[in-house]
């Protein structure tokens, strides 16, 4: 059981930590090894940054515990602020912590994420569309789909958040 850095507990008086219930990369390995040339494919054209926030975003709607470990994790190590990774969940009161563009590509994400809140509206495709050209705007949208497609089995199999480490960090 690795510990953890919080301030007011100590290890012993956490909840338990659960396994996952099924180790679905493992089990069905010709689907994981598509899914991660999927993921290496998407993310071409599409600036490393925005993406981890489009990547936590959806992961915070989709409710994906090991995924918003990682990510907020990996955007922390290429730079990205705390501050901002806090915010993301509430940006709509927050928007002066991003650009514009990040946030077309932020409701675009939360449309393509939560299709059942009325598909994606015309107003955010166009707006996305003003602000990515149609390559990397095509590019956003397999990007998006693809993490959704990763907290769909995350979710599913509840993978356990809190143990991975950064490609970055591991050096």
């Not at 598909?119 to 003003?130: H, L, M, S, T």
């Amino acid at each position: 059981m690795t510990t953890h850095t919080h301030h007011h507990a100590t290890p012993a008086e956490y909840a338990p930590e659960h396994p996952a219930r099924l180790q679905w990369a493992q089990l069905a390995p010709d689907v994981y090894k598509a899914m991660v040339r999927l993921d290496v494919a998407a993310r071409k054209g599409v600036d490393p940054a925005l993406l981890e926030l489009v990547k936590i975003r959806a992961s915070q709607l989709n409710r994906c515990a090991f995924c918003l470990d990682m990510h907020s994790k990996d955007a922390l190590a290429a730079g990205e602020s705390v501050e901002r990774i806090i915010q993301l969940s509430a940006w709509e009161e927050s928007q002066h912590f991003y650009t514009e563009k990040e946030l077309a590509a932020i409701r675009l994400t939360e449309a393509v994420t939560v299709l059942t809140d009325g598909f994606v509206p015309d107003e955010v495709y166009a707006k996305a569309a003003e602000h990515f050209e149609e390559t990397e705007l095509a590019q956003l949208i397999a990007a998006i789909t693809v993490i959704n497609a990763w907290n769909r089995f995350g979710v599913t199999t509840r993978l356990t958040p809190g143990h991975y480490t950064p490609a970055d960090a591991k050096h």
